[in-house]
Each structure stands twice: as C-alpha cells, then as structure tokens.
C-alpha cells in the first residue's frame, strides 16, 4: 500500500466517522452507539483526519511508521476495552480496523522508503 492511497482511505474513513458514527456499528454489531460512544466515534474520525492531514504534509517513512504507531496504540486500547461484555463487539471490530490501519501504515513507509529520493515527495527523509 502506498502512502498516498492509506491516506485516501483514512480521510474515507474519518469523514465516515465524523459525520455518520452510526452508520457503521449499526450495520457491522445491528444496533445503534449509545450518544457517549458517537461522541468518542467522532473524534476518533477528527483524529484520523489529522493524521491524513499530517501524512500528506510530510509523507516521510518516519511520519508513516508514527501514524502506525498511534493506530497500534489504539487498538491496545480497543484490546483492553474488549473486557467490557457491554461493549466487546464494538471493540473488537475497532481493534481489527485499528490494526489494519497499523499494518498498512508500516506497509506504506517500507514502500515509500524503498522508492528512490526522485519519486519521493519534497518532504520525505
């Protein structure tokens, strides 16, 4: 996966969140988020809008491996709110989606790393 395109489906995601935080829980765990959890659903959207808006500013191997960083820490965050039967399903399917966002984000610095200076954008280290 190429920064650009995690990039792309991280700002889909975020705007998804933010602006709909039912739409999906609903149709993945068949019920609705109690008002608290669209709250934190809206800013888990907000922070994955920065991290876009941050990934594109300086699309460096360095910024990537941190953004995986954070994702990674989000979902061992999800991982310990799994022990809560209330809300176990919501975690885990948001500890799965954190994860991939971790994984893709260590993908995309080694691609961009591995692309030679000329390719890369101005930014990258």
Known sequence: MTARTLVVVRLGYG?????????????V?????????????RLLGA?????AA????????????Y???????????????ALDRRRRRAAVAEMLCASGFAA?????????????LSERGATAT
């Open 15 to 27: 705007m998804l969140q933010l602006s709909a935080p039912n739409l999906v829980p609903t149709r």
């Open 67 to 81: 953004g995986a960083g954070v994702d990674a820490v989000h979902a061992a965050s999800m991982a310990i709110a």
């Open 104 to 116: 893709a984000g260590l993908k995309a610095a080694r691609t961009h790393a591995d692309r030679p």
């Open 54 to 65: 941050v990934t594109t500013a300086a699309p460096s191997p360095l910024v990537l491996r």
């Open 29 to 41: 765990l068949g019920q609705p988020l109690r008002r608290r959890e669209q709250i934190v659903v």
């Open 47 to 51: 922070r994955h809008l920065l991290q």
